[in-house]
């Protein structure tokens, strides 16, 4: 327990006959980036209040920190940075983030200093005496991320970090990301942006109808592996051959698509139709994007509401 910084099995939270969340059981651990997906209404929402200690589960157990959900002393290790945020927006951004590190007890030169290397890092030095009714919404973006850092915690709550950011800003993102995994702090990250997940995430759980349904290992992907052959010459009975190594998915003309289990079969594949007198002119392989596997997950449920 004491080497996870999050730990829930079986969380559930019901709010008079609605079953918010069923069945939250998940880990993380130090340095972990973890993505946190699913649909509207899947209660990913819910599962963040929960470990957040701001509201209770109904049962289960969890841990974060290793503390009781809501414990003060663990709290004070946590950063977060909800999706829909409000921020006084007659302070400045550096106003705002004294008043913050004021909130997590922290003061004088340590705070100064704090401040203005964030300010630094979020590219908002220029802006840091301009009130937050005049920011952008990038920029205002860019200024939460900074009060989740404040407290130099150990593991970061972020609920879509990049929305309203433009790439450049997405990119910022994931370097602020990087450097908090090569410092030992864990991430949960929750976002919709699937493209901005598998380019970020160690590792992602699929939370469907309040229940953690699969997870996936994006740093060493086991899943099936799918591959495009170009080819010419091809005939019927070699095409049907193909399924001795695989699925076959589709034929289509010169392409034939194939599902492995294993790419150790790719050189097998390239023997047998050079030696059946086929002339390959490509292969291809690749894992499936994170986006067909979160729709394979989710089915019915994974369709715009």
């Known amino acids: ?6 730990e829930t099995r079986g969380l559930r939270k019901r709010f008079g006959n609605k079953v918010a969340v069923a069945d939250l059981s998940l880990f993380v651990g130090p340095g972990e980036v973890f993505g946190f997906l ?3 209404g899947a209660g990913k929402t819910t599962s963040l209040k929960m470990l957040l200690g701001l509201i209770e589960p109904s049962a289960g157990t969890a841990r974060v920190l290793g503390a009781p959900l809501g414990d003060r002393r663990a709290r004070a290790g946590v950063g977060f940075l909800p999706e829909h945020f409000r921020f006084h927006d007659w302070l400045t951004g550096r106003e705002l983030l004294h008043f913050h590190g004021r909130l997590y007890g922290l003061s004088g030169p340590a705070l100064r ?9 979020m590219d908002l030095v220029e802006a840091r005496d301009r009130a937050l009714r005049h920011y952008s919404k990038g920029m205002l973006q860019r200024v939460g991320l900074a009060q989740a850092l404040l407290n130099e915690p150990r593991v970061v709550f972020l609920d879509e970090p990049t929305s309203g950011l433009d790439p450049l800003g997405r990119l910022l993102v994931r370097d602020v990301i990087r450097e908090l995994k090569s410092r030992g702090t864990a991430v949960f990250l929750n976002s919709h942006l699937l493209g901005e997940i598998e380019a970020t995430c160690d590792r992602v759980v699929f939370l469907k109808a309040g229940r953690t349904v699969r997870e996936l290992d994006l740093r060493g992907r086991v899943d099936r592996l799918e591959v495009e052959l170009r080819l010419q010459g091809a005939d019927a009975a070699t095409l049907s051959g193909l399924d001795q190594f695989g699925r076959r998915i589709e034929a289509d003309g010169e392409r034939v698509r194939l599902e492995l289990a294993d790419e150790e079969r790719l050189p097998e594949i390239a023997a047998y139709l050079v030696e059946r007198g086929v002339r390959l002119y490509g292969m291809h392989a690749a894992r499936p994007s994170l986006e067909r596997v979160f729709l394979e997950v989710m089915g019915e449920e994974g369709r715009p509401g």
Request: charged share 40%; aromatic share 0%; glycine share 6%.
């Open 38 to 40: 699913g649909p509207n």
């Open 1 to 6: 327990m004491s080497e996870r910084v999050i």
């Open 113 to 121: 200093s704090r401040i203005e290397d964030l300010l630094e890092r």
